[in-house]
């Protein structure tokens, strides 16, 4: 399966190595913080800087986990580090950010009415 969001060869740190599963795992993480500030995923152009970032940090904090030997592995703390960093680029996620238009009125309406 291709992944959506980044490649294997966006994920720059030497002191791990992100396989093709991390690249798919961090797309499905990507979706389920789009899915979560309530944007449907279909509707983001790709490619997406902010969501390639998101998704090459979320990748990269998996093979920090997975490399990880031992609860004393400097891996465990850098996954700790790629970890806060994903949380905060989710943060920043809205439609205004993905380049998506945003609703301008409160999608209700009123009617009146009558008895008789």
């Known amino acids: ?18 396989t093709q599963a991390n690249v798919e795992e961090a797309d499905v993480y990507v979706d389920g913080e789009l899915w979560a500030h309530g944007i449907n995923p279909a509707d983001v152009m790709l490619p997406n800087a902010r969501l390639k970032t998101l998704a090459v940090t979320w990748a990269i904090r998996l093979a920090a986990i997975q490399g990880a030997i031992g609860e004393n592995s400097p891996l465990i703390d ?4 790629y970890q806060k960093t994903a949380d905060l680029l989710a943060k920043q996620i809205t439609r205004e950010s993905l380049g998506l238009s945003v609703a301008t009125s409160s999608g209700y309406g009123s009617i009146t009415l009558g008895r008789g």
């Open 1 to 18: 399966m291709a992944s959506i969001y980044a490649q294997i060869a966006d994920c720059v740190d030497t002191s791990v190595t992100v």
């Open 78 to 81: 850098k996954a700790k580090e």
